[in-house]
């Protein structure tokens, strides 16, 4: 069984959004290495409080820990806080248990919050059911994936989720479109809240520094970190778009 924690960064929205883009990010985690890294990585928080005093269980949020809105870092000078949130995407790309995916919606064209949406989150649902087929394929196996996407917009998403079990039209060069359901991810989406997941939180940083890639806001900027993303190389699922360096999806209209 593989779990994908899913989270957004930008918005869907069209006319009043600040942001060109909407991302959504994907980090793959299979059951049997579930416990070993949850380990790994509450013993990298108590490293962090040593150094910065983060407690343990706060919340890494990375917009609100940047703007300093979280009561648990304000204290914590700006440039401490960058150095933690780069911490997590160096732990990440030290594990070669792991993988990361992206999809990025250049909202330009688009004329609906909804649409946007749509569009992002069947685009990654779908590469998380292409990486299971073919790992099953590779590995002679048999494996299932759950999504375990942040707690918003649930009813939405499990709806884009039912709909793929039943109409999903991918295109083929050969046939136009074809209608493959999907069969490898299964069951709803289990929803967590961020503060209550250790993964949704590391992917909650993956996916701020996915947008801040393509358009880094000035703190970002002049702390020198519109190229965090980079740092993942190790582990990005780049055959989820062999096109883009990456492995970044891009979906434009």
């Not at 994908?4 to 299979?30: A, H, K, R, T, W």
């Not at 509450?42 to 005093?53: A, M, N």
């Not at 160096?90 to 993988?99: E, F, G, I, K």
Request: aromatic share 14%; charged share 25%; no cysteine.
């Amino acid at each position: 069984m593989y779990f994908m924690y899913i989270d957004e960064s930008g918005d869907p929205g069209i006319n009043s959004s600040i942001s060109n883009y909407f991302v959504l990010s994907g980090l793959i985690v299979q059951e049997k290495d579930w416990l070993r890294l949850f380990n790994d990585f509450i013993e990298l928080r108590r490293k962090q409080f040593q150094k910065y005093k983060l407690p343990v269980r706060a919340e890494i949020h990375a917009g609100a820990m940047i703007n300093g809105r979280l009561a648990d870092n304000h204290y914590i000078q700006k440039n401490d806080r960058f150095m933690i949130l780069r911490t997590v995407l160096d732990w990440l790309a030290s594990n070669d248990r792991v993988q990361v995916v992206s999809v990025i919606v250049d909202k330009t064209n688009f004329s609906t919050p909804g649409e946007v949406f749509e569009f992002a989150w069947k685009n990654l649902i779908q590469r998380f059911e292409n990486f299971l087929e073919h790992t099953n394929r590779d590995n002679n196996t048999d494996e299932r994936g759950v999504i375990v996407p942040d707690n918003t917009n649930g009813e939405a998403v499990k709806k884009i989720e039912r709909k793929m079990r039943r109409i999903n039209y991918i295109p083929s060069k050969f046939y136009g479109q074809r209608n493959i359901p999907i069969h490898f991810v299964i069951e709803d989406p289990f929803f967590k809240d961020s503060a209550e997941s250790y993964f949704t939180q590391m992917i909650d940083v993956v996916s701020y520094f996915s947008l801040q890639f393509i358009q880094p806001n000035k703190y970002v900027k002049k702390q020198g970190a519109a190229n965090y993303f980079t740092r993942l190389d190790k582990v990005l699922l780049k055959a989820a778009s062999p096109s883009d360096q990456y492995g970044r999806v891009w979906i434009k209209k």
